[in-house]
């Protein structure tokens, strides 16, 4: 421990200097916990894709589970956090290809071997610049247990539950309508299809009675070329406009084809014509409507969204140019009624922006419905928590109507499905490399398994499943899953499913949910818009801290956050402010060291009972929202305590006693500073952990760094709600007298004279006098008799039943006084109507703390008693 703080805190320097100190030392391992059988709290990473550039998602992430590691280290528990990437199989795919055309070359001309050895080498290159990202950031992960989703361990637990799945008769291979991308011919999962508004066309056509063809039922649709895939058309069973031609036959245009006239209550009446065409090859409600009635599924597109044989004459046409031609062929055939703009949702790939096309497409299936059941009861039974409550409800439904889950994507990059083809048609699934040598021909399916199989593995093939490793027994189940609302679905719920089929355990007992950051407009961060706030330039502004405060106390569970530049720039300042108050208090010490709690004498001032009071206040307050998952709660209180309370005031007061004060009086006061500073630093760097390690580095301390240091806990001796509650009626006299001061624009340095009827504080009021001299400049006190009338031409202060007069002479405006008044009287009269609503609700007064309730009636009387002084000192002002 030194004295010689610097000026400032170098966080450009200092963080990469720090956490390269804390990695080193192990303290980012669960074996550095101070007891060897410590009870385990786990996280694994939501692991960011490989190709991933850091973004405020990342950040948020990572924040807020670096967080919850920390704590949980301090308070001694082996604190592991997993990281790792995932292989991204579409993303990295795309990556290389583009990489190829790039050299004039493509991956079906080098071949599936070649790829594959060109992308594991791009990987290699580039894909550990998100993991140095995610280090910038101060993630505390213990990096020697770093998993990468295709690592030969992963990729055998990937094969293990594959194999699993296929022998307890879940998995099948069939033809289902998928999300199909033309671009990159491969099926999708509905995470990587977004929905976007858009004006379009709706197509008004004439669907032609078969036994009279002169009749006929008006048809729209926005998609005209999958006409030539239409297998019905529906209407309403009470629809009198076409009831009766239920049963009959219409003929497809220009193919001139046979289809049926069903009834169905899926149409709805008021929408287009009230007629429906039904393509059960090309769109999901009407693949469900095809099962219903058992219609042919007739595919129109090849893989690369050219129209195939089934489109008759505009086989070989792109779709785009198909829908032209075919448009024109049904005006020329006098078949086209109208067109009319419209705007609508239409379902675009993530990751190229083009069009996706439903499409019937031979696939590998899981059976998912007996996995959801488990899932389902996990959550309902409470083994399973979700934080915020309200998304149980979202999971319960999705999980409900949960459909076959499809797994197969037509990708070289990925996990390859371990299922081999013999010539007569049998399918051999395996945990080896290679199928049976019986003289049949065997061929590996080419496809690979959609990412989020591997990523659903994740919190038990990362810690050495399907093998018995001490590390699995030793750290599974995890304990918290934190991660994004939006994949609630898509990654949660197939962790939950995969981890209780496969391990007969809960993956985690906790599901924290984080919202989305977005613009300080709240609008969703885009590079279009021009409104991304890069991470790691607000790192390299700002500092790490400033960045993981702002997310941190600026979110709550479940809830978007807006993040605004102006908001990290204030949180640098704040951590400048940490840095300057620990500078103040080393530069006090005069050599002296002292630790742990000072003693409890009776020499402590009412200011010192005050300060450590409020302190364990604070512990108790945080470790209860910490308990909560109120995490920016949390934060934000600690920061008010820091600033509105020990620098703003306590360290205000001490200077008295640091500069003129006896030694004892001065050690007392140094013991205290150091305490309470050195408390706030421990609760603090969950959320800033590298300006307090700096700073805390500079006071007296036991131990060697705060990273694993032990967490605070409430010392009831130093309890003292008296002190509080008088302390606070001395902090709200003299801020309003500073107030006055202000408002009347009194000459910072001029001493004024002040009458006072203080009530039952009279007595508080002289024996702390020397506090309003030093804080609010007021030399002298008068105090009036309840009987003697208030002086004129005096504003006044009002706390409870304490009302202190300022001889402002003729600085006062009387009318200005009463609006003023009368302002403060409005503003308490709100209060005092919501403190009692509170207590007139008999759920509160029933259900809730007695203590918070007994506050509650405390307040309420306060609330009163200055709302009765207010209306006196108003009734003498006339």
């Given at each position: 421990?030194?004295?010689?703080?610097?000026?400032?805190?170098?966080?450009?320097?200092?963080?990469?200097?720090?956490?390269?100190?804390?990695?080193q030392?192990?303290?980012?391992k669960?074996?550095?916990a101070?007891?060897?059988?410590a009870?385990?709290?786990?996280?694994?990473?939501?692991?960011?894709?490989?190709t991933?550039?850091?973004?405020q998602?990342?950040?948020?992430?990572v924040?807020l589970e670096?967080m919850?590691?920390?704590?949980?280290?301090m308070?001694?528990k082996a604190?592991?956090?997993?990281?790792g990437?995932?292989h991204?199989?579409?993303?990295?795919q795309?990556?290389?290809?583009r990489?190829?055309?790039e050299?004039g070359?493509?991956?079906?001309?080098?071949?599936?071997?070649?790829f594959?050895?060109?992308?594991?080498?791009?990987?290699?290159?580039?894909?550990?610049?998100i993991?140095?990202?995610?280090?910038r950031?101060?993630?505390?992960?213990?990096?020697?247990?770093?998993?990468?989703?295709?690592?030969?361990?992963?990729?055998?637990a990937?094969?293990e539950?594959?194999?699993r799945?296929?022998?307890?008769?879940?998995?099948?291979?069939?033809?289902?309508?998928?999300?199909?991308?033309?671009?990159?011919?491969?099926?999708?999962s509905?995470?990587?299809?977004?929905?976007?508004?858009?004006d379009?066309?709706?197509?008004?056509?004439?669907?032609?009675?078969k036994?009279?063809?002169?009749h006929?039922?008006?048809?729209?649709?926005?998609?005209?070329?999958t006409?030539?895939?239409?297998t019905a058309?529906a209407?309403?069973?009470?629809?009198?406009?076409?009831?009766h031609?239920i049963?009959?036959?219409?003929?497809?245009?220009?193919?001139?084809?046979?289809?049926p006239?069903?009834?169905?209550?899926y149409?709805?009446r008021a929408?287009g014509?009230?007629?429906?065409k039904?393509?059960?090859?090309?769109?999901p409600?009407?693949?469900?409507?095809?099962?219903?009635f058992?219609?042919?599924m007739i595919?129109i597109?090849?893989?690369?969204?050219?129209?195939?044989?089934?489109?008759?004459?505009y086989?070989?046409?792109?779709?785009?140019?198909a829908?032209?031609?075919?448009?024109?062929?049904?005006?020329?055939?006098?078949?086209?009624?109208k067109?009319?703009?419209?705007?609508?949702?239409?379902?675009?790939?993530?990751?190229g922006?083009?069009?996706?096309?439903?499409?019937?497409?031979?696939?590998?299936?899981?059976?998912?419905?007996?996995?959801?059941e488990?899932?389902?009861?996990?959550?309902?039974?409470g083994?399973?928590?979700?934080?915020?409550?309200r998304?149980?409800?979202i999971y319960?439904?999705?999980?409900e109507?949960?459909?076959d889950?499809?797994?197969?994507?037509?990708?070289?990059?990925?996990?390859?499905?371990?299922?081999?083809y013999?010539?007569d048609?049998?399918?051999?699934v395996g945990?080896?490399?290679?199928?049976?040598?019986?003289?049949?021909?065997w061929?590996?399916?080419?496809?690979?398994?959609?990412?989020?199989?591997?990523s659903?593995?994740?919190?038990?093939?990362?810690?050495?499943?399907?093998?018995?490793?001490?590390?699995?027994?030793?750290?599974y189940?995890?304990?918290?899953?934190?991660?994004?609302?939006d994949?609630?679905?898509f990654?949660v719920?197939?962790?939950?499913?995969?981890?209780?089929w496969?391990?007969g355990?809960a993956?985690?007992?906790?599901?924290y949910l984080?919202?989305l950051v977005?613009?300080?407009?709240?609008?969703?961060m885009s590079?279009?818009?021009?409104?991304?706030?890069?991470?790691?330039?607000?790192?390299e502004?700002?500092?790490?801290?400033?960045l993981?405060?702002?997310?941190?106390?600026?979110?709550?569970?479940?809830?978007?956050?807006?993040l605004?530049?102006?908001r990290?720039?204030?949180?640098?300042n704040?951590?400048?402010?940490?840095?300057?108050m620990?500078?103040f208090?080393?530069?006090?010490l005069d050599g002296?060291?002292?630790?742990?709690p000072?003693?409890?004498?009776?020499?402590?001032?009412?200011p010192?009972?005050?300060?450590l009071s409020r302190?364990?206040?604070?512990?108790g307050n945080?470790?209860r929202l910490?308990?909560?998952?109120?995490?920016?709660?949390?934060?934000?209180?600690?920061?008010e305590?820091?600033?509105?309370?020990?620098?703003d005031?306590?360290?205000?007061i001490?200077?008295?006693?640091?500069?003129?004060?006896?030694?004892?009086?001065?050690?007392?006061?140094?013991?205290?500073?150091?305490?309470?500073?050195?408390t706030?630093l421990?609760?603090?760097?969950?959320f800033?952990?590298?300006?307090?390690?700096?700073?805390w580095q500079?006071l007296?301390?036991?131990?060697?760094?705060?990273?694993?240091?032990?967490?605070?806990?409430v010392q009831?001796?130093y309890?003292?709600?008296?002190?509080?509650?008088?302390?606070?009626?001395?902090?709200?006299?003299?801020?309003?007298?500073?107030?006055l001061?202000?408002?009347y624009?009194?000459?910072?340095?001029?001493?004024l004279?002040?009458?006072a009827?203080a009530?039952?504080?009279?007595?508080?009021?002289a024996d702390?006098?020397?506090?309003?001299?030093?804080?609010?400049?007021?030399?002298?006190?008068?105090?009036?008799?309840q009987?003697q009338?208030?002086?004129?031409?005096?504003?006044?202060?009002?706390?409870?039943?304490?009302?202190?007069?300022?001889?402002?002479?003729?600085?006062?405006?009387?009318?200005?006084?009463?609006?003023?008044?009368?302002?403060?009287l409005e503003?308490?009269?709100q209060?005092l109507?919501?403190?009692?609503?509170l207590?007139?609700n008999?759920?509160?007064v029933?259900?809730?703390?007695?203590?918070?309730?007994?506050?509650?009636?405390?307040?309420?009387?306060?609330?009163?008693?200055?709302?009765?002084?207010?209306l006196?000192?108003?009734?003498?002002?006339?």
């Amino acid at each position: 421990m030194t004295n010689e703080m610097p000026r400032i805190f170098d966080f450009q320097n200092e963080e990469p200097r720090l956490y390269q100190w804390w990695e080193q030392n192990g303290w980012f391992k669960p074996e550095a916990a101070r007891n060897p059988d410590a009870e385990p709290f786990v996280i694994s990473i939501p692991p960011p894709n490989v190709t991933g550039e850091l973004h405020q998602g990342h950040a948020m992430f990572v924040s807020l589970e670096d967080m919850m590691i920390r704590y949980e280290r301090m308070r001694g528990k082996a604190a592991l956090w997993v990281p790792g990437t995932d292989h991204a199989g579409i993303a990295t795919q795309l990556m290389v290809e583009r990489m190829l055309a790039e050299e004039g070359t493509s991956r079906q001309a080098i071949g599936r071997e070649e790829f594959l050895r060109r992308t594991w080498e791009w990987k290699a290159k580039y894909g550990g610049r998100i993991v140095q990202q995610l280090r910038r950031l101060g993630a505390s992960c213990d990096w020697d247990r770093e998993r990468f989703t295709m690592d030969d361990q992963l990729s055998k637990a990937v094969r293990e539950a594959f194999v699993r799945l296929w022998e307890d008769g879940l998995l099948y291979r069939g033809t289902r309508l998928v999300n199909w991308s033309p671009n990159l011919q491969t099926a999708v999962s509905d995470l990587e299809v977004e929905y976007e508004e858009r004006d379009g066309t709706l197509y008004y056509f004439r669907y032609r009675l078969k036994a009279d063809p002169a009749h006929y039922i008006p048809v729209a649709t926005t998609r005209p070329e999958t006409i030539l895939g239409d297998t019905a058309v529906a209407v309403h069973p009470e629809d009198e406009r076409y009831r009766h031609l239920i049963g009959q036959e219409v003929l497809v245009p220009i193919l001139d084809r046979a289809i049926p006239v069903i009834g169905d209550e899926y149409v709805d009446r008021a929408f287009g014509t009230g007629a429906l065409k039904i393509t059960p090859g090309h769109d999901p409600n009407d693949y469900e409507i095809g099962l219903r009635f058992n219609l042919p599924m007739i595919n129109i597109l090849n893989k690369d969204g050219t129209l195939n044989e089934n489109a008759g004459p505009y086989a070989g046409l792109d779709r785009f140019a198909a829908r032209e031609r075919l448009w024109a062929d049904m005006r020329a055939a006098g078949l086209v009624i109208k067109e009319e703009p419209y705007r609508h949702s239409v379902p675009i790939s993530q990751r190229g922006g083009e069009l996706i096309e439903p499409l019937l497409s031979e696939q590998w299936f899981v059976r998912i419905k007996p996995m959801a059941e488990k899932a389902i009861v996990a959550v309902r039974s409470g083994q399973i928590r979700i934080v915020p409550e309200r998304f149980e409800k979202i999971y319960f439904h999705w999980m409900e109507n949960i459909r076959d889950w499809c797994i197969s994507r037509q990708l070289w990059w990925g996990h390859r499905i371990p299922a081999w083809y013999a010539d007569d048609g049998e399918i051999w699934v395996g945990r080896e490399d290679t199928p049976p040598q019986d003289g049949r021909h065997w061929t590996q399916d080419p496809d690979v398994l959609d990412t989020w199989f591997s990523s659903g593995l994740w919190p038990f093939s990362t810690l050495g499943w399907p093998e018995d490793t001490s590390d699995y027994r030793r750290f599974y189940p995890t304990s918290v899953m934190e991660t994004g609302y939006d994949i609630l679905f898509f990654w949660v719920a197939r962790m939950i499913m995969m981890g209780l089929w496969f391990t007969g355990k809960a993956p985690f007992h906790t599901v924290y949910l984080h919202g989305l950051v977005r613009d300080e407009n709240g609008q969703k961060m885009s590079k279009t818009k021009g409104n991304v706030i890069d991470p790691l330039q607000n790192i390299e502004e700002y500092g790490t801290d400033a960045l993981r405060f702002t997310l941190l106390t600026g979110s709550t569970p479940g809830q978007d956050m807006n993040l605004s530049e102006d908001r990290i720039r204030g949180n640098r300042n704040f951590a400048n402010k940490l840095w300057q108050m620990t500078r103040f208090v080393t530069s006090n010490l005069d050599g002296e060291e002292p630790l742990g709690p000072p003693p409890l004498s009776a020499d402590l001032t009412l200011p010192d009972r005050w300060i450590l009071s409020r302190l364990q206040t604070l512990v108790g307050n945080v470790q209860r929202l910490f308990d909560t998952y109120q995490y920016g709660e949390a934060g934000r209180q600690i920061y008010e305590f820091i600033w509105g309370e020990y620098a703003d005031w306590y360290i205000e007061i001490s200077k008295e006693t640091l500069y003129g004060g006896e030694a004892a009086a001065k050690s007392r006061v140094r013991h205290i500073l150091v305490y309470v500073l050195e408390t706030c630093l421990r609760l603090l760097h969950p959320f800033m952990p590298f300006v307090t390690e700096a700073a805390w580095q500079y006071l007296p301390h036991e131990g060697q760094a705060l990273i694993v240091a032990e967490w605070p806990t409430v010392q009831q001796a130093y309890q003292n709600p008296k002190a509080e509650e008088e302390m606070q009626v001395l902090l709200e006299l003299i801020r309003g007298l500073r107030n006055l001061r202000a408002e009347y624009n009194v000459d910072p340095g001029r001493r004024l004279q002040a009458m006072a009827h203080a009530g039952s504080r009279q007595q508080l009021l002289a024996d702390y006098a020397d506090l309003f001299d030093r804080l609010a400049r007021i030399e002298a006190i008068t105090f009036l008799d309840q009987n003697q009338p208030a002086p004129d031409k005096a504003a006044s202060v009002v706390v409870g039943d304490a009302t202190i007069y300022l001889h402002l002479a003729d600085m006062i405006d009387l009318s200005a006084e009463r609006a003023r008044l009368a302002q403060e009287l409005e503003a308490i009269s709100q209060q005092l109507e919501r403190a009692s609503r509170l207590l007139s609700n008999v759920d509160f007064v029933s259900k809730a703390n007695p203590a918070v309730v007994e506050r509650e009636r405390a307040k309420v009387a306060d609330l009163q008693t200055r709302k009765d002084a207010i209306l006196k000192r108003l009734e003498t002002l006339g």
